[in-house]
């Protein structure tokens, strides 16, 4: 093969690795991008549905924990309308009874008769340190993570009265579908990169080949 040849090679060989490197920023960036919108979304709900509390008939419904409670049926219907219309996987709130040093469920928007459900005054046996955090003043938004109900972007907000949070409130949006997508994506990548690889290394082998003969 002539030095002209194998340089002209050698510029593809080249540039088709910095197409993979380029793509693959490209793609961790979109699966980024799309992982803050959707952890945005839910805060953005979360902050719109504690705009609407009375602080004063939640933290009455925290303390008897009764579900005869009319506040309780008020705020799940409240936070169900939310979830429907924000296109979320649930909404919850959880309270923390440092006496005891342990969470309990305040409400949930899923219908009650799903399984997943979490009825009010249900123990949480393992709070997330986000949970945890937010409780501290640490607010957490988009937290990707996977468990066995699906693939979550988790959001949290504080629940103040006078300036002290005295609960969490919650919300997951399913994103299993994004990240199939853009896994798919990825996939079709590499494969055409993979084939224009192996078109480079054909040609190079032809062309040896004509000029051996």
Known sequence: MSPEKK???????IAVFCLIIVTGIGNFRAKQLALDLAGQR??????LAVADFDNERLQELIQTQNQQNAYYGELRAKLMQLKTEHQLE???MLYKDEQNKAWFYVVDARVEDDPAHLSLGQLENNASSAVENTLKGKVVQGE???????????SYQEVKDAGKTYAV????IDVKNVTEFLYLTRYVQFGIM??????????VYLSGRKNIN
């Not at 839910?42 to 902050?47: E, G, I, K, M, Y």
């Not at 409130?169 to 997951?172: C, P």
């Not at 993979?194 to 040609?203: N, Q």
């Open 7 to 13: 340089k002209i090679y050698a510029v593809i060989i």
């Open 144 to 154: 990707y993570h996977t468990t066995s109900l699906g693939t979550f972007v988790s």
């Open 90 to 92: 649930n909404i919850y």
């Open 42 to 47: 839910v805060s953005n709900t979360l902050t």
């Open 194 to 203: 993979a084939v224009s690889l192996l078109l480079i290394g054909l040609i």
């Open 169 to 172: 409130l919650a919300g997951d």
